[in-house]
């Protein structure tokens, strides 16, 4: 069965709005981990616009699944990440004006930072990930440099208008992943997944993880943060069951 991590991100965000209180991060992991997701992920960034310092040591000990901890290559982040110690620490690129994570971290164009910070993250037993768009040089890189997994960004695919583009992202998305495979990489997927199109994604072979943020925390304002993470449980699914 795949693995889904619910992102929170955007529950600190609405807390980082009023730099008040509420709503808590913490309080939404557990609801999410009672709702059956797999893991917990967070993205502190170097801006702290959502995610803070607190959130990231009070949910250590909090997720009893998998915490999954997104950074950016940089030496403050990686000190934080190999202090705290996540399950999983998924290197992402970062620029201070996106909105959201915009493409995937370049490991081709930045191999030596990437390479030093795989190196400090496995020495202190974290499990890396690199978040990268699905080509084979960055499949390649990933596998050179010895991380242990990658995760395909999946926002081609989820902005992708009409039958046959949509169609299209998907064979590049399978490629990647019988590479990644191949290289003996682990393969997650994220960025831009929905309850509507996650199937598609889902029905890959060799797909292990899907991170979703937005979609969840967008469901839950409506309906609570345990139901909208148990019905994209269920999407993931029928998704996963139609590709046997």
């Not at 959502?50 to 030496?75: C, G, K, M, S, Y």
């Not at 930072?113 to 040089?137: C, E, H, M, N, W």
């Not at 991170?211 to 925390?217: A, K, M």
């Amino acid at each position: 069965m795949i693995r889904l991590g619910v992102n929170i991100d955007h529950v600190a965000t609405i807390r980082q709005a009023r730099r008040g209180h509420e709503p808590d991060p913490v309080a939404a992991a557990i609801l999410a981990t009672l709702g059956g997701a797999d893991g917990i992920t967070i993205h502190l960034r170097e801006d702290r616009r959502h995610i803070q310092d607190r959130d990231v040591h009070l949910l250590r000990p909090i997720v009893t699944t998998r915490l999954n901890l997104e950074l950016a290559v940089a030496p403050e982040i990686i000190d934080i990440a190999c202090s705290v110690k996540p399950d999983e620490a998924t290197l992402v690129p970062e620029r201070r004006e996106e909105l959201t994570t915009e493409g995937g971290l370049d490991v081709v164009a930045h191999e030596s930072a990437v390479a030093t910070a795989i190196g400090r993250l496995k020495q202190v037993g974290i499990y890396v990930s690199l978040f990268i768009d699905p080509a084979t040089p960055q499949v390649e890189a990933a596998k050179r440099l010895g991380a242990d997994a990658i995760e395909f960004q999946t926002a081609s695919y989820s902005e992708a208008v009409g039958e046959k583009a949509i169609a299209h992202q998907i064979v590049v998305l399978e490629k990647a992943t019988a590479l990644a495979m191949q290289l003996g990489l682990h393969v997650h997927m994220g960025h831009g997944l929905n309850y509507h199109n996650v199937q598609a994604v889902a029905r890959i072979p060799g797909v292990e993880e899907l991170n979703i943020g937005h979609s969840i925390v967008s469901r839950a304002v409506l309906v609570g943060l345990e139901r909208a993470v148990r019905e994209m449980k269920q999407a993931i699914a029928e998704g996963h069951v139609e590709r046997r």
